[in-house]
């Protein structure tokens, strides 16, 4: 079957640097997503991987490895606003997204 | 970036009675229109998706005849939660994606309280 893993929930201390892992296992890839969604709001699209390596964007950073199925994001520089779910989703080969269950970030002061 | 709106936020309805909600792509074209399910503290269930002018493909263990999808334009899809019952009362979100674009564009979702 279809699975993506990732840690249920993180807690960070604001200004501080978090990694959120997602593992993954499905038919085939077509790229890899991370959303953040924060509570009672539906999804914003955070960066797209199809390629290894790393992806930066802003405070915001994805690192994708095909061949080990992984991929993180990293957030630096917290701040009390990135406490939301942030979900890792994957295009099959079917084009369809596969949705991990996402991670709750909780920042702390 | 793309804009996705949804109509209404949020709706409350007695049971038995149906729901409607529309999905707006407002500045590009929607070519797939995806209706996704979300209970608390749960992630984004897919229920179905759509193409613009053809029947919508349901997820295993989705009632289509109890959540219709109508995809009749390249700019709105409409799911309406027919019968409606408490267990129905759910987070609805609807993405859109345009032809050959890589992401979906999610609408900011309705809430469905069912009495």
């Known amino acids: 079957g279809q699975n993506i893993d990732q840690p249920t929930e993180m807690t960070a201390t604001e200004g501080a640097i978090v990694q959120i892992n997602c593992t993954y296992q499905?038919?085939?890839?077509?790229?890899l997503f991370w959303y953040q969604q924060h509570a009672g709001e539906a999804p914003t699209f955070l960066s797209y991987?199809?390629l290894d390596g790393l992806e930066e964007k802003g405070r915001f950073s994805s690192f994708l490895s095909r061949s080990k199925g992984y991929s993180y994001l990293l957030l630096k520089e917290l701040q009390m606003k990135d406490s939301a779910s942030y979900l890792c989703?994957?295009?099959?080969?079917?084009?369809?997204?596969?949705w991990g269950a996402g991670t709750k970030l909780i920042i702390k002061p | 970036g793309a804009v996705v709106s949804q109509h209404p936020s949020r709706v409350i309805c007695k049971s038995g009675t149906s729901v409607k909600i529309e999905c707006r792509s407002l500045?590009?074209?929607?070519?797939?229109m995806f209706w996704y399910r979300q209970f608390p503290k749960q992630s984004l269930m897919l229920m179905a998706t759509?193409?613009?002018?053809?029947?919508?493909?349901?997820e295993q263990g989705v009632e289509k005849d109890k959540f219709l999808i109508n995809h009749a334009s390249l700019t709105l899809s409409t799911l309406t939660v027919t019968s409606a019952h408490p267990e129905d009362s759910s987070f609805y979100i609807c993405?859109?994606?345009?032809?050959?674009?890589?992401?979906?564009?999610f609408g900011p979702g309705t809430r469905l309280t069912v009495t």
């Open positions: 993405s859109a994606r345009g032809a050959r674009e890589v992401e979906q564009y």
């Open positions: 499905t038919s085939g890839f077509n790229g």
């Open positions: 500045d590009f074209q929607a070519t797939t």
């Open positions: 991987n199809v």
């Open positions: 989703a994957v295009k099959d080969s079917n084009y369809q997204l596969i």
């Open positions: 759509s193409n613009e002018g053809s029947k919508a493909t349901y």
